[in-house]
């Protein structure tokens, strides 16, 4: 049986869609953190593309259980290897958790989880503004931790596609290049 050498369509469309809501949705929040003016517009962004981008994480894991990703170069050293997998299992842990530790935050605050127009999501924890301040906090934690993990991710993309140039890189790119000529 041939591996597919690229991520296929709906895998390379989730993940570039994903990548630049997720970096706006860092952007986003520290900006609505640091602006009173701003606040009540960027909230009321915030929370509806944070939890666009649970919907998207669980079709994405859905389709990726489908459809298993390509093959790492057999020649990329095990640590290496493990690194990227520990990463990937974090980057997608991350995206899952960042939008339920905020739903959970608000909830645990008696604050409404509105959506868009008159849709509001029910409370996923029971009042409580110990839960609420710890929540709050860990949710700026996770942010920290995501975007480490997004900068790292970034030098690993670039060290594939500069460096090594193993295919890792063009397994993801949005346009086709020489060696993902063939696959979709
Ligand atoms: C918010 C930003 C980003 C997030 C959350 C993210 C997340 C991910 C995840 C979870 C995977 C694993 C896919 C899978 O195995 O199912 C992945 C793969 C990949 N990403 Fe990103 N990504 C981001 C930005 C970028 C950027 C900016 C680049 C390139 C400059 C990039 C290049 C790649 C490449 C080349 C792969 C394939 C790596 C492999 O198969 O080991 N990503 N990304
Ligand atoms: C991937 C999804 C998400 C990311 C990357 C994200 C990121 C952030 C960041 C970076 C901050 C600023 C933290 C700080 O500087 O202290 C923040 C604050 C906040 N986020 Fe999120 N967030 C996400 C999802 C959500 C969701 C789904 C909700 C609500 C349903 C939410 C509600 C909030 C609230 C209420 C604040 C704080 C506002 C305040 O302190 O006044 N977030 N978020």
Redesign the pocket.
């Known amino acids: 049986m041939t591996h597919p050498t690229r991520?296929n369509l709906p895998?390379r469309l989730l993940?570039w869609s994903?990548?630049v809501l997720?970096?706006a949705m860092l952007f986003i929040g520290v900006a609505m953190v640091g602006s009173l003016a701003d606040y009540g517009t960027l909230v009321a962004l915030h929370r509806p593309l944070g939890l666009l981008i649970l919907l998207l994480a669980i079709l994405?894991l859905a389709h990726?259980w489908h459809r298993p990703?390509?093959p790492?170069p057999t020649d990329l050293p095990l640590w290496q290897r493990r690194a990227?997998h520990a990463s990937?299992i974090a980057?997608?842990g991350l995206?899952l958790a960042m939008p339920l530790v905020g739903w959970a935050m608000l909830s645990a605050g008696r604050i409404p989880v509105a959506v868009v127009g008159p849709l509001v999501l029910p409370p996923i924890l029971p009042q409580n503004p110990m839960l609420y301040a710890w929540l709050r906090e860990l949710h700026t934690t996770l942010a920290y931790g995501l975007f480490g993990l997004?900068l790292a991710?970034?030098g690993a993309?670039?060290l594939?596609?500069l460096i090594r140039q193993d295919g890792?890189?063009s397994?993801?790119?949005p346009w086709r290049s020489r060696r993902s000529a063939g696959s979709f």
């Open positions: 991520f895998a993940h994903m990548a997720i970096l994405r990726r990703p390509p790492l990227a990937h980057l997608y995206m997004i991710h970034l993309a670039l594939h596609g890792v890189f397994s993801m790119a």
